[in-house]
């Protein structure tokens, strides 16, 4: 189903990442990716495959370096092929601004046709890349912090989702949001954020968590305290801090007495994730590459 983790602190992303992706790796996925940040330089790894792939990549080049903010994505693809062009971060056109996404945005269409026009080019064929250029978009239009962009972004797109923004002029801030499926957590530390499509990635650094709910964005400063406003109507909200008292086995099975129960309590979001972009509703027509392809074989050896 996909997943999500960031960190901004003082410490190293790059372990926090490659140990969160691993953890949320029974969700399933496609691809993989990571981004990490610090004062010099801005890296980027993703890989058609496993997370195991992404670590062999990244570590030994990486070795020795310190990145105190990064993000970390699986991919479970609904626009555009499994490969390494679509596989998230997504970087704007003018390259300061860093996106992951999991879920689906239904109108990237219309958005993306609004951004080409505006001289906008695009190298995925996902929809989360017309997010991150729509909030360049709105940033320098407006000459706004993200984390404003991003809101107002947001107000223009029907989907679902949870994502991570980050600016590079802004090197100690991330921003999460998030509405529908798929789930956001973040973890408070002292001095660090970690966020995570589930509290698995963070569990043994901080025991307090927030929740994201829908319509919800949340600034991360490092040294500052967690803002959370709601997007629609652009209002400050309290933060409730939740106390993570299991461990990773229990939040993965999310309350079910055993794994074999969740799964089958999951079986209509299993379906509904499964033919996530993969239902044309102006048309009606289901676009399921791999039958289609089954189907053309099988034709041709009966020809
Ligand atoms: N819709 C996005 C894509 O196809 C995100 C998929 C996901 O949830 O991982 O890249």
Known sequence: MCGIVAYTGLNNALPILLEGLQRLEYRGYDSAGIFMSNTSENKIYKVKGKVIDLRRL????????????????????????????????????????????????????????????????????????????????IQKTNQIPLEQAVQIGLNKVIGAYGIVVFDIKNPNELIAARLGSPPLAIGIGKNEFFVGSDATPF????KDVVYLNDFEIAQLSVGKEIQIAKFKENKPIATVINQLAFDIEHIQKDGFEHFMLKEIFEQPKAIEN???????????????????????????ENE
């Open 58 to 137: 990244s570590e030994k080049k990486e070795a020795g370096k310190n990145y105190p903010i990064g993000m970390g994505h699986t991919r479970w693809a609904t626009h555009g092929k499994p490969n390494e062009i679509n596989a998230h971060p997504h970087l704007s056109n003018n390259q300061e601004l860093v996106l992951i996404h999991n879920g689906i945005i239904e109108n990237y269409e219309t958005l993306k046709k609004d951004l080409i026009q505006r001289g906008y080019n695009f190298h995925s064929d996902t929809d989360s890349e017309v997010l991150v250029n729509l909030f360049e978009e």
């Open 203 to 206: 569990i043994e650094y901080t």
């Open 274 to 300: 499964t033919l996530r972009g993969r239902i044309n509703l102006d048309n009606q027509e289901v676009q399921l590459d791999s039958v289609q392809k089954h189907n053309s074989i099988f034709k041709k």
